[in-house]
Every structure is written in structure tokens, then in C-alpha cells.
């Protein structure tokens, strides 16, 4: 066998190792190694493989950082379930999340970053106080806001 046709099969061997590892949502780098080298015993598995699951990142709404270990842990969870310390949980109040610090003064996530109560966040809004409750127009002003990716 010359060395164009072994060549020639590395590289089918490498496709179809990247083809299986596409297609099983794996990484498609090992999937070209995995074939190349190891053609159909790489292929066998890569099918034995188990699909990717995708990362939580702290900017996900429902997940937020342990102030002490800095493990990601669910927004409204009072106990890590990593370092087993506990910390104030967030509060979702009107789709908006709302945290409290030590001293009592509240505070929500206004356009990614935390806005004091009563203050304005970056866009020049102000979400009505905790303990009060949203008019029927303040809720629509919101959705409209919502609507237009504010």
C-alpha cells in the first residue's frame, strides 16, 4: 500500500470520527483524533461516548456564586450545597430578583448589575419599592421594556 491511499484513509477515518462526534454532540476534535488514529475503534467509542451537557454559568438567572466558595448554586438557595454554609437568599418578586445585605438595605438586579432600592438603574429606570406592590402600569411599562430588549 502506497502512502497517498493510507493517507487518503486517515483522513476518511478522521471524517467520519468528526461526522459520529457532530452528530452525538461531542467535541469534534477528539472525534477527528479518535478517528484518525484509531479509526473504527475510535468511531465504536466515540458511540459509547457520553453526549456534552451544557454549563450553567453564573450569569443564568436561576444560579448565582456562593459568596464563600464561589460554587454555583440555585438564586433562592439559603445553603451551599458544596461548602454547607449559609448566605441570604435572592427573592423573585415580580420577575425581578431582589437581594438583601447584612445592614437590611435591598437591593435588585437591574440590566446585570445590583441597583439600591429607589435608585435608578443604567437605563434610567426605577423598580418600585420590595415591599410595594407594581401598578397595573408599571407592570405594563415593564413588559413593554421586556418587549424591546431593555
Known amino acids: ?8 484513509i486517515w483522513a476518511v477515518f478522521g471524517f467520519v470520527g ?19 488514529f484509531l479509526g473504527p475503534i475510535g468511531w465504536v467509542i466515540l458511540l459509547f ?7 450553567r454559568r453564573p450569569s443564568d438567572p436561576l444560579t448565582r456564586e456562593c459568596p464563600y466558595c464561589r460554587a454555583t448554586i440555585r438564586a433562592d438557595a439559603s445553603v451551599c450545597m458544596h461548602c454547607q454554609r449559609e448566605s441570604k437568599a435572592w427573592e423573585l418578586k415580580d420577575g ?17 448589575t445590583w441597583v439600591k432600592e429607589g435608585e435608578e438603574d443604567p437605563d434610567g429606570h ?8 407594581m401598578t397595573k402600569e408599571e407592570r405594563e411599562e415593564r ?8
Open 1 to 8: 500500500m502506497d502512502i497517498q491511499t493510507l493517507v487518503i
Open 18 to 36: 468528526g461526522l459520529i462526534a457532530q452528530n452525538r454532540k461531542l467535541d469534534l476534535t477528539t472525534g477527528v483524533v479518535l478517528g484518525v
Open 49 to 55: 461516548q457520553t453526549p456534552n451537557r451544557p454549563i
Open 96 to 112: 425581578t430578583w431582589w437581594y438583601e445585605n447584612d445592614a437590611g438595605q435591598r437591593f435588585y438586579m437591574g440590566q446585570g
Open 126 to 133: 426605577v423598580v418600585p419599592g420590595f415591599d410595594r406592590p
Open 143 to 150: 413588559r413593554r421594556l421586556r418587549k424591546e430588549g431593555r
